[in-house]
């Protein structure tokens, strides 16, 4: 299995700020990475596939890239409605694989 | 804009089987994967197969003597059995569309629909 390891797993940042996790494949996955949002209580949300293209919907202010075994997600401008947890996916090979997740807490 | 409904059993003793379904309303169901992720408590997510609407399958090695994924194409349905569950069982599962999408020669997946969650608790 293809791990995933995420850092850092939780962060504490202010509205305004710029925000950077990273993602870090056990072995190379090309582009094969999905970036998701978690709130409490609710499911997933996708924000960029293809490491690096934008859902639709989803705000300009995420943005990702890298590729091959290192990935980062962006936030240019953090807002309230931000503060969530951060998975990302690899889907270059079975089973699929998630991180294990980097919170993103109010300073 | 598509929809996922899902509904199954929340409350199981250790060694019954869990059954969940996943209804999709309002897309097509064929040239997708139909895929099944849980969440334990307090933790991180974990996929744990998929299945397409000619019923090709894929699943989590770490499940699969355990997992059945089916699909009913007349219902626009598909399920998710997890047989002799233990407490480690025990996560909130969800239903998600798996979408493919080409560029060039290369094939690139994401999940971009997925149902609410089903709360499973394993215990005696």
């Known amino acids: 299995d293809i791990q995933l390891t995420q850092s850092p797993s939780f962060l504490s940042a202010s509205v305004g700020d710029r925000v950077t996790i990273t993602c870090r494949a056990s072995?190379?996955?090309?582009?094969?990475l999905a970036w998701y949002q978690q709130k409490p209580g609710k499911a997933p949300k996708l924000l960029i596939y293809?490491?690096?293209t934008l859902q639709s919907g989803v705000p300009s202010r995420f943005s990702g890239s890298g590729s091959g075994t290192e990935f980062t997600l962006t936030i240019s401008s953090l807002q309230p409605e931000d503060f969530a947890t951060y998975y990302c996916?690899?889907?270059?090979?079975?089973?699929?694989?998630f991180g294990p997740g980097t919170k993103v807490d109010i300073k | 804009q598509v929809q996922l409904q899902q509904w199954g059993a929340g409350l199981l003793k250790p060694s019954e089987t869990l059954s969940l379904t996943c209804a999709v309303y309002g897309g097509s169901f064929s040239g997708y994967y139909w895929s099944w992720i849980r969440q334990p408590p307090g933790k991180g997510l974990e996929w744990i197969g998929e299945i397409n609407h000619s019923g090709s399958t894929n699943y989590n090695p770490s499940l699969k003597s355990r997992v059945t994924i089916s699909v009913d194409t007349s219902k626009n349905q598909f399920s998710l059995k997890l047989s002799s569950v233990t407490a480690a069982d025990t996560a909130v599962y969800y239903c998600a569309r798996r979408t493919t999408v080409t560029r060039e020669v290369y094939y690139y997946y994401y999940m971009d629909v997925w149902g609410k969650g089903t709360t499973v608790t394993v215990s005696s």
């Open positions: 293809a490491a690096s």
């Open positions: 072995q190379g996955i090309s582009s094969y």
């Open positions: 996916q690899q889907l270059n090979s079975y089973p699929f694989t």
